[in-house]
């Protein structure tokens, strides 16, 4: 157990919906990262929250965004979804947000099935 | 940006044998490089990382090594044992401003009795 938290484990909605995902970082960590892992692309960075702030960027489509709220837990919103948005979701924390000693440590992921 | 190519896509090993995994990079300023293992159903779980001030780095069964100017960095798994098994993702980042991983596309490890 890594002591990243996210929720909800599985999602099935539809085609133009909207979804929440939500994540807890480790105790202490004040970085989180979204990470998408599909098939075709493998596992892509989508985005990087520092304390609050946003820190980098990925391949994050504009129909996403994500937030991390000062108890330093994060949101990714997706939304007007399609087809190709079914994959999983991981959330990572770290405690800094930089540096080479600042391990990445992975949440169990959020299954999205869009139908 | 960044890209890393892993190979290979697949290797089965009997228990007991080695592994070895590689990895290349392409961004010169890529400094941290660690090493993941995903089981079916899980998230990937850090196994071991190297940073680029070292060449190489080993615990217990698995060790890690780096060549800067070559651009490329190895995994290996001695004495493999069935609990092994899983997909190994190598993985690049350029620390200095941010911490974004870029992931290679995974080895699925197979163990054999």
């Known amino acids: 157990d890594s002591g990243v938290t996210q929720t909800p484990k599985h999602l099935i909605t539809a085609t133009g919906q909207r979804v929440t995902l939500r994540c807890s970082p480790r105790?202490?960590?004040?970085?989180v990262y979204w990470y998408q892992q599909s098939l075709d692309q493998g596992l892509q960075f989508l985005i990087q929250?520092?304390?609050?702030?946003?820190?980098a960027k990925g391949n994050i489509l504009e129909r996403f965004s994500a937030q991390q709220f000062p108890d330093l837990h994060s949101e990714l919103n997706l939304s007007s979804l399609e087809l190709g948005d079914s994959a999983l979701y991981f959330c990572a924390s770290s405690p800094l947000g930089r540096g080479p000693y600042n391990e990445q440590f992975f949440g169990p992921g959020t299954r999205l099935t869009v139908l | 940006g960044e890209n890393v190519e892993q190979h290979p896509s697949t290797l089965s090993v009997q228990e007991g044998d080695s592994a070895v995994i590689k990895c290349t990079y392409s961004?010169?300023?890529?400094?941290?490089f660690p090493w993941y293992k995903q089981e079916l159903g899980k998230g990937p779980q850090l196994i071991i990382d190297?940073?680029?001030?070292?060449g190489e780095k080993k615990d217990q069964r698995i060790a890690v090594t780096l060549n800067k100017t070559a651009k490329h960095f190895s995994l290996h798994i001695t004495e493999t044992q069935p609990e092994d098994s899983a997909v190994y993702f190598c993985a690049a980042a350029d620390t200095g401003t941010a911490s974004k991983l870029t992931f290679g596309t995974g080895t699925r490890l197979q163990v054999t009795l």
């Open positions: 929250y520092y304390n609050g702030e946003e820190r």
């Open positions: 190297i940073r680029s001030n070292v």
């Open positions: 961004d010169s300023a890529s400094n941290y």
């Open positions: 105790s202490g960590d004040l970085s």
